[in-house]
């Protein structure tokens, strides 16, 4: 799937994007264009782009809550209930039952009963208990990024005059009763992450070995293209397995987590390595690397000074469209049970719980990290449409 | 006598392990006996026991008698009755009589065809079964169970009893080492062959005792390391022979060793080397893309793949995989009749659908296209079916599971590690980890409140001991005992610091595969941490499982208790008595016992008590005493804690369309009763 | 051009075999093996096999032989067309695979033809119409398509489908229908069940396409030789037809790599899902439950058909554009 993903990825990679209608750069910036650098120009040419703002920012969101996760988790994603199990979202209203409107945020506590026949639990609003939710309120303890002890939650529910306060669920309680919205939090940081480390390697790997191929020709491509090739023609699903499976059982979660973020990446080097190939098969005959050769640059120089630049837009646009494919390839590897699993806390993990019948049926809440993945995924395909026109050097 | 008294389980297993050996003798007394269930008040069995059993000491039956009569309201026996005057068969076998190509109905049935008394009422004939299954290899696990294996002898449908089944009676001499089976005369293999004595020697000299076939002689028929001894008297008996006595030989004939009758030797001989001249294997071999004689066997050995195979059982494959619609239809010449005459069964057919996932089954479910199933039907999902049932068509009764819920298993042989090994052999630190246990939360979000707690597993003789009612929720009490062990100081995270100074973790492993123990245990390590152990959840692919169990460098495992039940679970008796090395919480006592101390660690005395015990079991006949004796044993083992356990037994739906009949309503589903196979499926029917 | 497909195919032969010894050890390489895993899915049933069961299957399925004896057996049978025993199914594996494989067939054809018809126009309006409201609407319908996990989407469609319209969609066939030999109405049947997976499995494909054709046809358009025909007066759609879209069609082609093995496999997670009788739920098993023999087959088959299906698609795409040459 992961192959897929990336073969579609790098073809549209391969063919820039460019509207002669549209003006780029308006006249007050006219001067300025010749002497901009090339990321200036990429500024500027990315920022036309709306829909590609819009999911920039909604990522640097994104990435905010895996920074901070406990920080707006309103409880602990592992703390269960035994009271709350399969609670639905709770509805957070500004109109109460009377119709009255108030511009502070409140909910209505819970009521749970199970159905005596069919043993299914209902939780009803009871109308009588109205709390309003606070913000920067205090909560369960933790460390910020692992340093600095705090117990700050962005939201939470202020107790009334008895002092009692019930529990806010923004998206319900699964199973076992643990809120989902928390459990979120905590699975977007080791999600997101898996995206961007993964991406990280396969870069690694595929520039590099990409690099020696489409640089060297010879014997070395043809090695490194059989190799690609013959990685390419072994199916995925039981490379998976097999590199799942050859992670020693005695790991603990946070090494299996890496070595999963391994597997991915393992797989999806291959169509960078193309890309990079065949940028350097092209820029091997530029005129510009003639004169460099000429004016007697060392080949490191060549590649580093004056190759590597002049593709490193093309680069960052094609990762950017291959994180999206780690993301789903996390919550597929999960769906074939070999992902991370229980205590880990990922988007994949939450979605487990939410794909069977049962819980299409009765608990569809769970579900929600469903929504996270698509939003995802679609913000970094906007995203990577921005960066690549943008990054279109003959786009003007 | 106290007959309002309501009967459980328990007592029934008492009763009717005396009633059987009342069979046992009433069978001796007269030569052709038709069985029928009759409920008679016990003494009378007790009196005909004392009357004409010879093997049983009388003493030993009175001994009995007093416990039993204060007991026992109500029982349940197994007497003879006449045959019934005149047979009927399926319009669907009529045709084929009409038609020529099926002998009459008298001629197929045997001279005394087993009389079965149906649920509920006499059925009708006709109708397809539907099931589904999630592969070929869960369809031939659940067809062993809804088109049951035919024992010589099996489970009563009460599920406790032992009863005769192809053999008519059996008997055992030489205090439980040898046994005498008498076969039912004129049954016949669906091919219309007879089943006689020489299939059950085919299979023992030319199966068993062929190092090709089976490499190593099958343990569960050594006993003192020797092979049984299998004799033809004539035609239709038997015995067996063992160099000791093997009390529990009939019990694991009744559950386990099924495969008895599973081999036509006029039918296997052709594909065994014994038999058939090599030059004619080969080519079959080759015909069939295979590459030994044996493999050849093995594959038409199997009823699944192989149509042509002869059986004993209700229903006979007629669409075999690769379809992945296998159907099934009646064995024209099944050996068992209704009171009435009719034979069984009555349903026409089986249809199995294989899918690929268990949703499917669940859509199945709900969408009403499953006539009867407990298989893959779980109680997380009793509400959705519960939904849809009007919808439906169909109703979901609650039998009860034989397992427990998740149990966890501190491993007292750990290796590599010697201070939590000393940790988790001081039985301070296992009540503590009990006492931290919300099991009351375990069962309102794992179990849809509806599982018993653990005191519904304890034999009842045991109950007054309050074992386990004294283990409640109790945070403080878990601390204390912690405390006092001397695990009081905590470091710099907040976790309990061991003797040695470093942290106390706890690593609990289970299998990612075992889905009804993985959530459980999450909220177990989660009660534990808690009590300021630092204690850590890992699900392992089930693939590594047993080199892990066998390296004992594990500390605890999550699983639970199989057939918590002491007739049924000295069947497997591995957590009980720790006779072999997965016995999760002491698995190098348990390989020492194995390898008779050749391997594995020597345990210490206590743990020596319950091997002992268990060899007191097998040399043990008289089901009566087996079960005093696993009680005894039972009671040193409760008292050790050994096990940290959450809740008892839990219900198991089952989906039942209104227009299935004669299943009982109540019933327990445990693998030694190849559950529903116990309730007889021959006996359901369909109404239209 | 000879030349080249021939160097081509030989040096497919050392990839091809380096697969099938790669995917033996693949399949080899989780611990256990075939009867383990077969006795663990009894024990989560509760149950177990004696050990003469036990003893019988080893010897039926020559487990524990090693490794490289089993390949160089298998690997001699496969050369004679003996692709060897399944081990879950006890039936020859070219007999289980040949059983699902023109179902498979079928549903994949028409799912490939399904997401060219409706990928392509929609590409070609995107490219045409660039940031036009249209094009804003089907690149997010697009990108949903990518974005959603599919395994969820088949669940949702299954459940919606019970329980609003009273149908089970799963599988192929109705119930009065699943014992029945092929009929003109079992035909119909499955035309009636086999617009979910179509969509389902389209959905993904779908999106891919449109965002490729869309980009490749962007990347044509601007091209001198398209402003040439321009200022040559012809029609717009004369610009648009003659020359670019045909070239935009490149990515068709060169996906034909994977559509052939997709021909066959089907896609698995969602086939699995709606239980379909393909080929795919079929090799997901045999990985999982290590039926080497059926699973090995299958991965051998795979690999062969898609670096067939890589070299027919560079073939092809030569065909199809003439400035690509063959060194």
Redesign the interface.
């Known amino acids: 799937m992961t192959d897929e993903m990336e073969e579609k990825d790098t073809r549209v990679i391969e063919s820039p994007v460019v509207d002669a209608q549209q003006e780029l750069v308006d006249a007050s910036q006219e001067d300025s264009v010749f002497v901009a650098t090339q990321w200036q120009l990429m500024w500027w040419r990315f920022r036309k782009h709306k829909l590609a703002m819009i999911a920039g920012v909604i990522l640097l969101l994104l990435y905010c809550i895996a920074l901070f996760p406990e920080f707006l988790a309103t409880y602990s994603p592992h703390e269960s209930r035994k009271l709350f199990s399969q609670v639905p979202p709770h509805k957070v209203r500004f109109v109460d039952s009377e119709g009255k409107f108030g511009l502070r945020p409140f909910i209505y506590a819970y009521e749970r009963t199970r159905d005596p026949d069919t043993l299914r639990l209902v939780y009803t609003p009871d109308l009588d208990a109205k709390y309003y939710l606070g913000f920067f309120v205090r909560g369960f303890d933790y460390k910020v990024l692992g340093l600095v002890a705090s117990n700050l939650h962005l939201v939470g529910v202020k107790p009334d005059e008895t002092g009692t306060a019930p529990e806010v669920f923004l998206m319900g309680t699964d199973n076992l009763g643990r809120d989902l919205f928390s459990r979120m939090m905590y699975g977007t940081r080791i999600s997101l992450s898996i995206g961007l480390i993964g991406v990280a390697f396969s870069f690694l790997f595929g520039i590099t070995l990409g690099g020696l191929s489409g640089y060297y020709g010879g014997v070395a491509d043809l090695v490194i293209q059989r190799v690609i090739e013959f990685i390419r023609a072994v199916p995925g699903i039981p490379l998976w397995m097999a590199l799942s499976a050859a992670l020693p059982a005695t790991w603990p979660p946070l090494r299996v987590y890496f070595g999963i973020t391994v597997i991915l990446s393992f797989l999806s080097w291959t169509g960078l390595a193309r890309i990079v190939r065949g940028r350097f098969l092209a820029l091997r005959e530029e005129d510009f690397i003639m004169a460099a050769r000429l004016a007697g640059s060392g080949e490191m120089r060549i590649i580093f000074r004056h190759m590597v630049p002049s593709f490193t837009s093309y680069i960052i646009a094609s990762l950017t469209l291959s994180i999206p494919g780690m993301i789903l390839g996390e919550t597929s590897l999960s769906f074939l049970g070999l992902g991370l699993r229980p205590p880990v806390i990922s988007w994949g993990v939450l979605l487990q719980g939410g794909q069977n019948l049962q819980a299409v049926a009765q608990t569809p809440w769970l579900m929600l990290p469903g929504i996270f993945v698509i939003v995802t995924v679609l913000a970094y395909n906007f995203l990577g449409d921005g960066l690549r026109d943008a990054a279109d050097p003959y786009s003007r | 006598m106290a007959i309002e008294k309501k009967l459980n389980r328990r007592d029934f297993l008492r009763g009717t392990a005396i009633a059987a050996v009342g069979v046992m003798a009433a069978s001796c007394a007269q030569p052709t006996p038709i069985i029928v269930e009759k409920e008679v008040p016990v003494e009378k069995v007790v009196k005909e026991t004392v009357v004409v059993e010879k093997q049983v000491p009388v003493e030993k039956i009175v001994k009995e008698t007093v416990v039993v009569s204060k007991e026992i309201a109500i029982e349940k026996v197994v007497t003879a009755t006449p045959v019934p005057p005149k047979f009927f068969e399926a319009p669907m076998l009529a045709e084929l009589v009409k038609a020529g190509k099926l002998p009459p109905v008298e001629d197929r049935l045997p001279v005394d065809p087993m009389v079965i008394a149906p649920v509920d009422t006499i059925g009708t004939y006709g109708g397809t079964w539907r099931m589904v299954a999630s592969?070929?290899?869960?369809f031939s696990?659940h067809s062993s169970r809804v088109n049951p294996v035919e024992g010589f002898i099996t489970w009563g449908m009460d599920g406790a009893s032992i009863v005769p089944n192809l053999a008519s009676k059996w008997e055992i001499g030489d205090n439980g080492a040898s046994f005498t089976f008498y076969l039912r005369k004129g049954v016949k293999w669906s091919d219309g062959k007879p089943f006689t004595a020489a299939d059950v020697l085919f299979l023992h000299e030319d199966v068993?005792k062929n190092t090709?076939?089976?490499?190593?002689y099958?343990?569960?028929f050594k006993m003192a390391g020797e092979p049984a001894v299998v004799e033809k008297l004539d035609d239709y008996t038997f015995s067996i022979k063992f160099a000791a006595p093997y009390g529990l030989f009939p019990l694991n004939m009744a559950a386990?060793?099924s495969?008895w009758s599973e081999v036509p030797a006029h039918y296997m001989k052709q594909f065994h080397a014994s038999y058939t001249a090599k030059a004619n294997l080969d080519k079959m071999v080759a015909d069939n893309?295979?590459?030994?004689w044996?493999?050849l066997y093995?594959?038409k050995g199997?009823w699944?793949?192989n149509p042509e195979k002869p059986l004993l059982r209700p229903w006979l494959m007629v669409q075999p995989?690769?379809?992945?619609?296998l159907?099934l239809e009646r064995n024209p010449y099944y050996w068992k009749v209704d009171p009435d005459g009719n034979q069984l069964p009555y349903i026409d057919r089986q249809?199995h659908?294989l899918?690929?996932?268990?949703?499917?089954i669940?859509?199945?479910a709900?969408?009403g296209?499953i006539d009867n199933q407990m298989?893959n039907i779980a109680l997380?999902?009793?509400?959705?079916y519960?939904?849809n049932a009007a919808k439906g068509g169909y109703d979901v009764y609650l039998w009860k599971m034989?397992?427990t819920g998740a149990c966890f298993f501190p491993n007292q042989t750990l290796l590599k590690d010697d201070v939590l090994r000393g940790i988790m052999q001081d039985i301070r630190f296992r009540k503590a980890l009990q006492y931290a246990i919300?099991t009351?939360?375990v069962n309102?979000?794992?179990y849809?409140?509806?599982a018993s707690d653990m005191t519904s597993c304890v034999p009842d003789e045991l109950k007054g001991e309050k074992i386990f009612e004294e283990y409640t929720y109790d945070v403080a009490k878990a601390n204390a005992l912690l405390d006092e062990m001397g695990l009081d100081k905590k470091g710099p995270n907040g976790w309990r610091l061991r003797p040695d100074g470093q942290e106390l973790s706890l690593t609990v492993e289970t299998?990612?595969?075992?889905t009804t123990v993985?959530?459980v245990a999450?909220?177990v390590?989660?009660y534990w941490q808690k009590i300021g152990i630092n204690a850590?959840?890992?699900?392992?692919?089930?693939?590594?499982?047993?080199?892990?169990v066998g390296t004992s460098e594990y500390q605890v495992i999550a699983y639970l208790l199989?057939?918590f039940d002491p007739l049924i679970n000295l069947t497997?008796p591995r957590n009980y008595f720790v006779t072999s090395y997965d016995c999760y919480w002491g698995t190098l006592w348990g390989a020492w016992y194995n390898a008779g101390g050749k391997a594995g660690e020597e345990p210490p005395d206590w743990v020596k008590e319950l091997q002992t015990a268990y060899d007191g079991v097998k040399g043990e006949t008289d089901p009566a005493k087996q079960i005093a004796v696993m009680n005894d044993a039972f009671k040193v083992w409760l008292e050790s804690h050994n096990i940290v356990h959450t809740v008892g037994r839990y219900p198991q739906p089952v989906i039942v369309k209104t227009s299935f009949k004669n299943f009982p309503k109540d019933g327990v589903?445990?693998?030694p009763l190849r559950s529903p196979g116990y309730s007889r499926p021959e006996q359901y029917f369909m109404t239209a | 051009m000879f030349q080249y497909v021939v160097r081509r195919i030989l040096y497919m032969v050392p990839t091809l075999i380096a697969v099938t010894i790669i995917s033996f050890v693949v399949i080899e390489l989780p611990p256990g093996d075939y009867l383990t895993n077969y006795v663990n899915r009894l024990m989560l049933q509760g149950e177990f096999l004696d050990e003469a069961q036990l003893e019988a299957l080893k010897v039926q399925y020559g487990l524990g032989q090693p490794i490289y004896i089993r390949y160089l057996k298998w690997m001699s049978g496969v050369v004679r067309g003996n692709f060897g025993v399944s081990m879950e199914w006890g039936k020859p594996v070219g007999e289980l695979i040949g059983q699902r494989l023109l179902l498979t067939v079928v549903i994949s054809l028409a799912t490939t033809l399904f997401i060219w018809a409706v990928a392509m126009p929609i590409g070609i309006y995107s490219a045409t119409h660039q940031y036009s409201i249209g094009d804003y609407i089907f690149s997010f319908i697009g990108f949903v398509g990518v974005g959603v996990p599919e395994f969820m989407i088949a669940l949702i469609f299954l459940w919606v489908g019970f329980s609003r319209f009273g149908v089970n969609l799963s599988g192929l066939f109705s119930e009065q229908y699943v014992e029945q030999g092929w009929s003109f109405g079992k035909v119909v049947d499955m035309l009636k069940h086999m617009w979910v997976p179509l969509i389902v499995l389209g959905l993904g494909g779908t999106a891919g396409m449109i965002r490729t054709t869309r980009a490749n046809l962007l990347d044509e358009l601007r091209k001198p030789y398209v402003t040439t025909a321009r200022s040559k007066g012809l029609t717009e759609r004369k610009v648009i037809w003659k020359y670019p879209v045909r070239l935009a069609l490149n990515p068709f082609v060169s996906g034909l790599a994977y559509l052939l093995p997709g021909l066959v496999g089907g896609s698995t997670i969602i086939s699995v899902v709606l239980s379909l009788p393909t080929s795919g739920p079929l090799y997901l098993k045999s990985l999982q439950t290590q039926d080497m023999y059926l699973a090995g087959t299958f991965v051998l088959m795979f690999s062969v058909l898609t670096v067939i299906g890589t070299l027919i698609s560079d073939i092809l795409l030569g065909v199809l554009d003439p400035r690509i040459r063959y060194e």
């Open positions: 592969g070929t290899s869960d696990g068993y090709e076939l089976t490499p190593n099958p343990g569960g386990d060793f495969g893309k295979l590459e030994t044996m493999q093995s594959a199997n699944m793949n995989p690769p379809e992945t619609t159907i249809r659908t899918v690929e996932s268990v949703d499917v669940n859509l199945r709900v969408a296209e298989r997380a999902s009793y509400p959705l519960k939904e034989a397992e919300d009351d939360e309102e979000l794992h849809v409140g509806q299998a990612a595969s075992w993985v959530p999450e909220l390590a989660g850590v959840l890992k699900s392992l692919m089930y693939e590594g499982w047993w080199d892990r199989e057939n497997y589903n445990g693998w």
